[in-house]
């Protein structure tokens, strides 16, 4: 579940990230804070984020690549 965050609207990563902040088992929380650390950026109290990190989601995010590159021969 936690790799489908490279399929999320940009703008929607920080609601995904919550919601499987939400829905993951605490043995998984670590994994969640690594990522948020490392790729997803924390959020401070005012919704506002730390800082950069050394993977910003325009580096790893998919959404925009698989919406272009579906095509199909159907007429």
């Avoid at 650390?37 to 690549?65: A, M």
């Amino acid at each position: 579940m936690i790799i489908t965050i490279a399929f999320v609207y940009i703008n929607n990563i920080d609601t995904a990230n919550d919601s499987l902040d939400e829905y993951l088992p605490e043995e998984l929380q670590p994994l969640l804070e690594w990522l948020e650390d490392n790729y997803v950026e924390r959020l401070n109290r005012n919704r506002r984020r730390w800082g950069p990190t050394g993977f910003p989601p325009s580096i790893w995010n998919l959404n925009e690549r698989v919406l272009n590159s579906i095509r199909t021969q159907n007429k």
